[in-house]
C-alpha cells in the first residue's frame, strides 16, 4: 500500500537525521571521556611508581583509544540506533499512524462455495461455507498468512501484498489431510483471493473488523480456477 511505503520510506530520512544527531552527541561525549583517560595515562606514564605502563608506548596506547572512543563506538552506537528506528517504525510505530490498517492477528475465515467450473463452464453450487481460522502477520512492509489449522486441511500464504486500490491480495496454497484425500480431494489447491476491508461505521483510529472480498481455487498442476466464492474474514 503506498500510504504505508510511503510513511517507512519518510522515516529513513528522519531516523537519519535523530542517529546524525545522536553521533554527535556520542563524539563529544566520548571525545570527553578520551582527554580524561588521555591526561590520566600521561601522568601515570610519568609517575615512577607506575610500572606496568611503558612510557615509549603511550601515544599508541591513546592512539588506539582514541580511535575506540572517537570513532569505533559512537559510530557502531549511531548504527544501532538507527536500525532500532527503523525496526520499530515496521513492527509497531506504522500501527499507531495507521490503526484502519491494522489487520494483524487471528481472524475468522467463513469461505462460501458458491460456483464450480463443469464441462459447461461455471455451474451454481448450493451455498457451502467452511470456517476456518486466519492467522495474519503484518508488518509496515510485509504481510501473510501464517500456518491457519482449519478441519482436515491447513492453509498459508505464498505471496499478500495491498495493490494501489487498497485492497488484500493473498495468494495461497491449501494442503488437504489424508483423510479427504481419500474422499477425492487433491493434496493440494493454490488459489487467489482479493479481500477489502470493511470501514462502515468506524473511524480512522479504529482496527479493521471484518474484511470481505472473493477467492478462486484451482489445482495446484493446472492455472484454471475451479471453485470461486465469496469470503469474510471477521474478528
Not at 54 to 60: G, H, L, Q
Not at 88 to 105: E, L, R
Amino acid at each position: 500500500m503506498k500510504e504505508l511505503k510511503d510513511y517507512y520510506d519518510s522515516w529513513k530520512k528522519n531516523a537519519w537525521i535523530l542517529s546524525l544527531i545522536c553521533w554527535v552527541i556520542l563524539v563529544a561525549v566520548f571525545y570527553s571521556i578520551d582527554v580524561l583517560i588521555s591526561n590520566v595515562l600521561t601522568i601515570w606514564a610519568n609517575d615512577p611508581n607506575v610500572l606496568w605502563i611503558d612510557s615509549k608506548n603511550i601515544d599508541f596506547i591513546k592512539y588506539i583509544i582514541t580511535l575506540l572512543l572517537g570513532f569505533i563506538t559512537p559510530t557502531s552506537v549511531t548504527v544501532f540506533i538507527y536500525f532500532q528506528i527503523l525496526n520499530y517504525i515496521n513492527k509497531k510505530g506504522w500501527k499507531k499512524k495507521f490503526p484502519h490498517y491494522d489487520v494483524s492477528g487471528t481472524w475468522t475465515d467463513i469461505t462460501t462455495y458458491t460456483k464450480r467450473l463443469g464441462k459447461d463452464g461455471w455451474e451454481v453450487l448450493l451455498d457451502k461455507s467452511i470456517s476456518s481460522p486466519a492467522i495474519i502477520e503484518q508488518t509496515c512492509q510485509h504481510i501473510l498468512i501464517k500456518n491457519s489449522v482449519g478441519e482436515d486441511f491447513r492453509w498459508y500464504s505464498i505471496l499478500a501484498d495491498w495493490n494501489e486500490n487498497g485492497a488484500l491480495e493473498i495468494f495461497y496454497k491449501v494442503e488437504y489431510s489424508n483423510k479427504l484425500q481419500l474422499q477425492g480431494y487433491p493434496e493440494c489447491r493454490v488459489g487467489y483471493e482479493r479481500m477489502n476491508i470493511q470501514n462502515d461505521g468506524q473511524t480512522n483510529n479504529q482496527r479493521p473488523t471484518v474484511m470481505r472480498g472473493q477467492f478462486w481455487h484451482c489445482l495446484a498442476s493446472d492455472e484454471k480456477p475451479v471453485y470461486m466464492g465469496d469470503v469474510v474474514y471477521k474478528k
